[in-house]
């Protein structure tokens, strides 16, 4: 069956240090991945998504993530960490075809410290 | 455009007793859907709508019925609330409804079963 698997659940970051947050899919067809953020209190909004375009997918509030194949994985990642990151971090996969629907990974917390 | 909205934000249930969590989007969406969100466990669809009068169930939608007689609404029914149904529900909507496409949260709902 096609997942998507989050190693951990928090990540504690100091600001302005880097922000990596691992994302593995486990897939017999090419999959689409998506990472969803949410802060608290609200819902959940688009960071960024791979269509199986470029490899290297660029999103919001500097965040961008990588689709490695040969590692099947899509890590977020953003090169200094702000206080506002402060989140829950989904990962997430579909795939082709008329049923699929997104499949999301347990989620992520990411605390940033001052 | 205020997107999708939920209400009620918070309600406390009785077990045995009914509620109607409301969802509505003024994007003109065709695709509607309903998930819950569980500590450590991520997002689970529970049903979806790929248009007024046409739903769909998901991946647990045990103990809930959904209808959809507008584009814009769809609510989800509870109809003998019992406490493993204590859980964060959230409303989405997506234009497609295909595997790329982005799918846009309402701030969802809290829910408590006592």
């Known amino acids: 069956a096609q997942s998507v698997t989050q190693l951990g659940s928090h990540v504690s970051v100091s600001e302005g240090a880097l922000v990596l947050l691992r994302c593995n899919y486990s897939s017999s067809v090419p999959p689409y991945l998506f990472w969803y953020v949410q802060y608290p209190n609200q819902g959940l909004q688009l960071l960024l998504k791979?269509?199986?375009?470029?490899?290297l997918v660029k999103g919001i509030n500097g965040f961008e993530a990588e689709f490695k194949k040969s590692e099947t994985s899509f890590h977020l990642t953003k090169p200094s960490a702000h206080m506002s990151d402060a989140a829950e971090y989904f990962c997430a996969v579909s795939f082709t075809g008329a049923n699929s629907k997104l499949t999301f990974g347990k989620g992520i917390t990411l605390s940033v410290r001052p | 455009n205020a997107g999708v909205t939920q209400t009620p934000k918070f309600r406390i249930l009785k077990i045995g007793q009914s509620m109607t969590l409301q969802c509505t989007q003024d994007?003109?969406?065709?695709?509607m859907y309903w998930y819950r969100q569980d500590p450590g466990m991520g997002l689970k669809l529970i049903y979806y709508?790929?248009?007024?009068?046409?739903?769909d169930k998901g991946e647990v939608p045990n103990g809930y019925n959904v209808s959809r007689s507008t584009t814009e609404d769809f609510p989800l029914r509870l109809e003998l609330a019992a406490p493993s149904q204590t859980s964060v529900y959230f409303c989405?909507?997506?234009?497609?409804?295909?595997?790329?496409?982005?799918?846009?949260f309402g701030p969802g709902t809290r829910l408590t079963v006592l």
């Open positions: 994007m003109n969406h065709n695709y």
């Open positions: 989405a909507s997506s234009y497609w409804g295909t595997s790329t496409d982005t799918q846009y």
């Open positions: 791979y269509t199986s375009a470029a490899t």
């Open positions: 709508s790929v248009g007024a009068g046409i739903t």
